[in-house]
């Protein structure tokens, strides 16, 4: 009887003793710095260290350096901002690809966001894989993230901006790729952004949900192309009711007077939204646009405001405004 006591005993004590060895989530804010300066050298480190579903937001900042690293910020995680020291100097990279050992496109992403109220700002995300397939360099399917003069640097598939019921801001950010390399489900909307076209090819290839009444929205952005190229859609349907409409954007492009190309796919034209109003610059004349796409009007145009688009099932009024904090 003893010698059982004494076993649960010390059962007890070895557990406690593991709890107590375990670290503590933290609440607050965090710095991660590669020369230890701050309170972790790498990113994912100070992602799982953090609590989860935080009760108010808090700060990650990152500073200046090129952190080689796969990061996913989990579904449990909320209201954090990931605060870079320098849009051009801090940098999140990795090289994963679609066909690298058993990787496909959903696993070859830089940096995944799957949790809500997610921010990033003033950092680069990059995939260095180079023209070997897709390789995306941002994956984000959380609800209400916002990316603020962040650069998204990769080639085919660049940011899958996806989650069905999804809602995505963009601000001031810089996008570049090749084929559909802005691509995916979600309700995104790009503002004073420039996306960058370094092949002949399509810009964005969404797969908005039928039930869903935006997909993406570019308001106010710049379309520019490397040099050499000559023959660029502004979308193509990765699904059947695929949505992206463009407004008031300089298209210093050579954007073809088609415009947008149904993926030979006969009959989705009848399913799809593809919208103009606006633009301008060489790709901007859309008097031949393919007859399937639409030409907005002044009174269309005003209801794609931000609050609106990105407004999704509001408790109350005001509640709307998660993308300007």
């Known amino acids: 009887m003893y010698q059982k006591a004494f076993k649960l005993l010390l059962l007890i004590i070895i557990s406690t003793a593991s709890l107590q060895a375990q670290p503590l989530k933290v609440q607050h804010d965090l710095t991660v710095a590669k020369d230890g300066s701050g309170d972790f050298q790498y990113i994912q480190d100070a992602i799982n260290a953090v609590r989860v579903y935080l009760p108010k937001g808090i700060t990650i900042k990152i500073k200046n350096g090129v952190y080689i690293e796969k990061l996913e910020v989990y579904s449990t995680l909320t209201n954090i901002t990931f605060l870079g020291e320098s849009a051009d100097s801090t940098i999140i990279s990795y090289d994963d690809y679609s066909g690298k050992g058993k990787l496909e ?11 809500n109220d997610i921010r990033f ?77 370094k092949s ?20 106010e952005c710049e379309i520019t192309a490397a040099e050499g190229i000559d023959k660029l859609y502004l979308g193509r349907p990765w699904r059947d009711y695929a949505k992206t409409v463009f407004i008031d954007c300089d298209l210093d492009a050579p954007i073809l007077a088609e415009g947008w190309d149904n ?24 008097i031949d646009r393919v007859p399937w796409s639409h030409q907005l009007s002044p009174e269309q145009a005003k209801l794609y405001t931000k609050e609106k688009v990105l407004a999704g099932q509001l408790i109350s009024e005001g509640s709307n405004s998660w993308f300007n904090k």
């Open 200 to 219: 002949n090819s399509f810009i964005t290839a969404a797969s908005t949900p039928k039930w869903v009444k935006y997909g993406y929205v570019f308001k």
């Open 121 to 197: 700002e003033n950092l680069t995300i990059e995939n260095t894989a180079g023209r070997v397939g897709q390789g995306v360099a941002l994956h984000v399917e959380g609800d209400r993230c916002v990316f603020k003069k962040c650069k998204f640097l990769g080639n085919q598939d660049t940011i899958f901006a996806s989650g069905e019921n999804s809602r995505q801001y963009f601000s001031e950010c810089y996008i570049e790729g090749t084929v559909d390399f802005i691509f995916g489900s979600a309700t995104a909307f790009f503002e004073n952004c420039q996306i960058h076209c």
């Open 263 to 286: 993926w030979s796919r006969a009959g989705v034209e009848k399913t799809v939204f593809y919208a103009e109003y606006g633009n301008y610059g060489i790709g901007g004349l859309s």
């Open 105 to 115: 496109t959903f696993d070859s992403y830089t940096v995944k966001v799957m949790g």
